[in-house]
């Protein structure tokens, strides 16, 4: 194979990637377990200890980020694929992509801190695949209704504000969202700056320095021929331009970089900056996330807002849920009734909208592509005996009270038959909930024919975690 054809195959896989994961996210049958390859969300659940799949795949990527660098960032991240995708636009030369090692670093201890702290927010507006899943879910939203009526504030600063500033920073420091914003390429690089397997530049070097032209990350030094493997996500675009074959992917030997001849020797000052900053960076940290800590502890922010609402079936309580879920918004796009939507402000989870449908008795869709843990995952005997709410009905507004109209849809619509008649106070025959049986499912609500319902469901403070 010629060498310039490295980047563009490296390119073509990771499009069927892309392809593969959107497929995956759009709920194609069978490929749910592509999800599981992320490796952001894959954390999350390995902290919220939802089945061994989070360790097991955390630490397969790894071992395997030990050995052959950011393969990860390289292949199967979607929002890195995006990136090389706009990047492909023609502009003018553009400026070396800048190393914020400081920056990254304080966005990473940040958002660990945080999540400690019970807060996902940093991860849910960082995280590479949530960001990806937000856009997916926006634009199928659009689609499945042909225009913009169903396009909520929510998918507005989770998919479509996001989506604008990426398409900036690329064309202005091309993938420079990879190095220094995206707390899961930090923990990724931070390991493949010990990677076995690199990019490496042979004796060959002309010193023509195309190869830093064209480097989207900025990890290329041309005076002194070397690469940084932190930041290179290995998307082999050094390869294909140099005129020698100068750069190889090549096992790291004593000497994994080479000075080019004739340049000027330039001090090994890197770890002891690294040391200062970051000692400074943990100091800091530890200040921030005490600060936070008692505005974010267990998801504070998030949770009061989702305390009013109902959160889908298997979040548990609104804590937990709050400090799990990523809003990567894959369960808006499976959740067949449509009832799921994104936090109005961005900030908080996903949340139940039963202004048009209830959520479905023979469905666990969200809970089975869920994959940062946040849904636990259920059966659906399971899920049909999960109470998330209950349902009250305001007699005065019912319209068989209120304009003497036989109704009882509420009664037929309920699967648990938890709503059954009972005569009323002026000899009506009148709906009545069981509290004991209803699950909160909100079909009754969705099915309630008068304005304002005379049906509302409130959510309960825990789901049961006994079932």
């Not at 479509?160 to 990426?166: E, K, M, T």
């Given at each position: 194979m010629r060498r310039k054809t490295y980047g563009t195959v490296r390119l073509v896989v990771a499009m069927s990637f892309l392809f593969a994961t959107t497929t995956a996210i759009a709920g194609w049958p069978g490929s749910a377990w592509l999800l599981s390859l992320q490796a952001g969300p894959q954390w999350v659940r390995l902290a919220a200890?939802?089945?061994?799949?989070?360790?097991?795949?955390t630490f397969l990527v790894f071992v395997a980020t030990f050995f052959f660098g950011r393969f990860f960032c390289a292949v199967l991240c979607p929002l890195g694929t995006c990136q090389d995708i706009i990047d492909l636009v023609p502009r003018k030369r553009l400026a070396t992509v800048p190393n914020r090692r400081i920056l990254r670093y304080t966005i990473a201890v940040a958002a660990i801190l945080l999540f400690a702290g019970g807060s996902a927010i940093v991860l849910r507006y960082l995280d590479p695949f949530s960001r990806y899943g937000a856009m997916v879910g926006a634009?199928?939203?659009?689609?499945?209704?042909?225009?913009?009526?169903?396009?909520?504030?929510?998918?507005?600063w989770t998919a479509?504000?996001?989506?604008?500033?990426?398409v900036l920073l690329v064309m202005w420091k091309r993938r420079l969202y990879c190095v220094a914003l995206c707390p899961v390429g930090t923990v990724i690089g931070a390991i493949a700056k010990f990677s076995l397997w690199r990019m490496r530049i042979g004796k060959t070097c002309a010193g023509c320095g195309r190869c830093g032209s064209v480097c989207p990350t900025g990890c290329i030094e041309s005076a002194t021929g070397s690469v940084d493997t932190e930041r290179c996500v290995l998307c082999l675009k050094c390869s294909s331009v140099c005129p020698n074959g100068s750069i190889t992917y090549a096992l790291a030997g004593n000497t994994p970089y080479r000075?080019?001849?004739?340049?000027?020797?330039?001090?090994?000052?890197?770890?002891?900056?690294?040391?200062i900053g970051g000692s400074a960076l943990v100091l800091g940290a530890v200040a921030i996330g005490r600060g936070f800590s008692h505005v974010f502890r267990t998801g504070a922010h998030a949770a009061e807002r989702v305390r009013d609402l109902i959160y889908p079936p298997g979040a548990i309580d609104s804590e937990r849920f709050a400090r799990h879920c990523t809003g990567c918004q894959v369960c808006t796009v499976a959740c067949p009734a449509g009832i799921i939507t994104p936090s109005p402000s961005g900030f908080g989870p996903v949340r139940l909208d039963y202004s048009h449908n209830g959520c479905a008795y023979d469905c666990t869709r969200c809970n089975a592509v869920c994959p940062s843990g946040a849904l636990r995952p259920l059966d659906l005997v399971d899920k049909q005996w999960l109470k998330i709410g209950e349902a009250k009905i305001d007699l005065p507004q019912c319209r068989i009270v209120k304009d003497g109209i036989a109704c009882g849809m509420c009664v037929r619509a309920c699967p648990k038959g938890a709503i059954f008649m009972v005569e009323g106070p002026d000899g009506f025959a009148v709906p009545e909930v069981a509290t004991f049986h209803c699950i909160g499912c909100g079909v009754c609500l969705a099915t309630c024919p008068v304005a304002p319902k005379a049906i509302t469901v409130t959510p309960i403070e825990q789901q049961p975690v006994g079932f």
């Open positions: 200890g939802v089945g061994t799949a989070g360790i097991v795949l634009a199928k939203n659009i689609l499945q209704h042909g225009n913009g009526a169903h396009f909520s504030s929510g998918m507005l479509a504000v996001p989506l604008f500033l990426l000075q080019r001849p004739g340049s000027a020797a330039v001090p090994d000052i890197s770890r002891r900056k690294f040391l």
